[in-house]
T-cell receptor
Framework: KQEVTQIPAALSVPEGENLVLNCSFT??????LQWFRQDPGKGLTSLLLIQSSQREQTSGRLNASLDKSSGRSTLYIAASQPGDSATYLCAVLESGYSTLTFGKGTMLLVSP | AAGVIQSPRHLIKEKRETATLKCYPIPRHDTVYWYQQGPGQDPQFLIS???????DKGSIPDRFSAQQFSDYHSELNMSSLELGDSALYFC?????????????FGPGTRLTVL
């Protein structure tokens, strides 16, 4: 059974810092990995999708990497802003399945 | 661009009542997924449909049922509600099956069972 772990569970940084969120998964047979953002009590916003054949994806200040063989992904946020404060969820789509398995998320707080 | 629509956005029910949640996928998307996110928890997959047929089944209680209609919208029916059913229910849609495409999530329906 696929398990997704996210470290740290919570992170607090001052505005302007670069930061890295980590995601690991136990079964490397995945189609893709997706990073989401969730504001308190709100829906899920897809940030980046990395296909299993790719090693990274970039969108603005966000860069996500994937090392499928080691079962790891990182989300790099450059020049963090208070508006980045949210919970960031990592989810994998396993090969042979059509459903996402989520990690428990990293709660990020960026202080002004 | 059109997104996934869920209704209602908020729902309050008493124990043992029934509830129906609706999901309208992005136009031309033929696959719908339902996820349940309890307080402080990660989303858990419940059930999915492709072309009006059940595709995958996750941790969906027997008290729940769902279907996808000819216009591709989906409904999640929940009976004999329990306090533990209080959660945020997400619907997501994508195109094709098995889908390796992005799943686009709706804003969720917050169900509170009193």
């Amino acid at each position: 059974k696929q398990e997704v772990t996210q470290i740290p569970a919570a992170l607090s940084v001052p505005e302007g810092e670069n930061l890295v969120l980590n995601c690991s998964f136990t079964d490397s047979a995945i189609y893709n990995l997706q990073w989401f953002r969730q504001d308190p009590g709100k829906g899920l916003t897809s940030l980046l999708l990395i296909q299993s054949s790719q090693r990274e994806q970039t969108s603005g200040r966000l860069n996500a990497s994937l090392d499928k063989s080691s079962g790891r992904s990182t989300l790099y946020i450059a020049a963090s802003q208070p508006g980045d404060s949210a919970t960031y969820l990592c989810a994998v789509l396993e090969s042979g399945y059509s459903t996402l398995t989520f990690g428990k998320g990293t709660m990020l707080l960026v202080s002004p | 661009a059109a997104g996934v629509i869920q209704s209602p956005r908020h729902l309050i029910k008493e124990k043992r009542e029934t509830a129906t949640l609706k999901c309208y996928p992005i136009p031309r998307h033929d696959t719908v997924y339902w996820y349940q996110q309890g307080p402080g928890q990660d989303p858990q997959f419940l059930i999915s449909f492709y072309e009006k047929m059940q595709s995958d089944k996750g941790s969906i209680p027997d008290r729940f049922s769902a279907q996808q209609f000819s216009d591709y919208h989906s409904e999640l029916n929940m009976s004999s509600l329990e306090l533990g059913d209080s959660a945020l229910y997400f619907c997501a849609s994508s195109f094709g099956q098995p889908s390796t495409d992005t799943q686009y999530f709706g804003p969720g329906t917050r169900l509170t069972v009193l």
